[in-house]
T-cell receptor
Framework: EPEVTQTPSHQVTQMGQEVILRCVPI?????FYWYRQILGQKVEFLVS????????KSEIFDDQFSVERPDGSNFTLKIRSTKLEDSAMYFC?????????????FGPGTRLLVL | GNSVTQMEGPVTLSEEAFLTINCTYT??????LFWYVQYPGEGLQLLLK?????DKGSNKGFEATYRKETTSFHLEKGSVQVSDSAVYFC????????????FGQGTELSVKP
């Protein structure tokens, strides 16, 4: 069964450093998402991406964040200058079609620790 | 704004007990509703969903019915197993909002043998 993959599974970085989190969505999916989950808190939406552009972003997704789909398979989240409060689990998700009933499939997550 | 509220955890049950995890939502309009499950060390997996009022989603013995009148989508299972131990998330989405999921805070379930 096709699945969403994410790399790395864990990343430790120093405050102020740039990180790039990578995702490979399911191949025939068209809608892509990033979420994050700070330890012990709810899963929060960051950004949605369709047709090579951002379709919606949350208040969390400020100028320090960017997303890119550099080729036909990868979908990346970049944090330019990490802060301590960026420490969280980051989930990538994708879905095939528009429509509220369409299922989003999630990757296993990247656990980011900012020191 | 739109939001989801779940019952506080952790919930601890004995094997074969009946499970209910409450979920209520606040929404302007008619969302689709989902239950996702997160097993230890893993990502989120869809458990079940319902896209309109009175729909019942079901999977692996779990059920939830979309109740518009009470704005609820409570998760139930008649007989839980140790392998059901996980964190359960209720979520909603709208077609016209890019499809982002709005999650509840999650409810941890621990099932003891």
């Amino acid at each position: 069964e096709p699945e969403v993959t994410q790399t790395p599974s864990h990343q430790v970085t120093q405050m102020g450093q740039e990180v790039i989190l990578r995702c490979v969505p399911i191949s025939n999916h068209l809608y892509f998402y990033w979420y994050r989950q700070i330890l012990g808190q709810k899963v929060e939406f960051l950004v949605s991406f369709y047709n090579n552009e951002i379709s919606e972003k949350s208040e969390i997704f400020d100028d320090q964040f960017s997303v890119e789909r550099p080729d036909g398979s990868n979908f990346t989240l970049k944090i330019r200058s990490t802060k301590l409060e960026d420490s969280a689990m980051y989930f990538c998700a994708s879905k095939r079609l528009a429509g509220g009933g369409e299922t989003q499939y999630f990757g296993p997550g990247t656990r980011l620790l900012v020191l | 704004g739109n939001s989801v509220t779940q019952m506080e955890g952790p919930v601890t049950l004995s094997e074969e007990a009946f499970l209910t995890i409450n979920c209520t939502y606040t929404a302007t309009g008619y969302p689709s509703l989902f239950w996702y499950v997160q097993y230890p060390g893993e990502g989120l997996q869809l458990l079940l969903k319902a896209t309109k009022a009175d729909d019942k989603g079901s999977n692996k013995g779990f059920e939830a019915t979309y109740r518009k009148e009470t704005t609820s989508f409570h998760l139930e299972k008649g007989s839980v197993q140790v392998s059901d131990s996980a964190v359960y998330f209720c979520a909603l989405t709208f077609y016209n909002q890019g499809g982002k999921l709005i999650f509840g805070q999650g409810t941890e379930l621990s099932v003891k043998p």
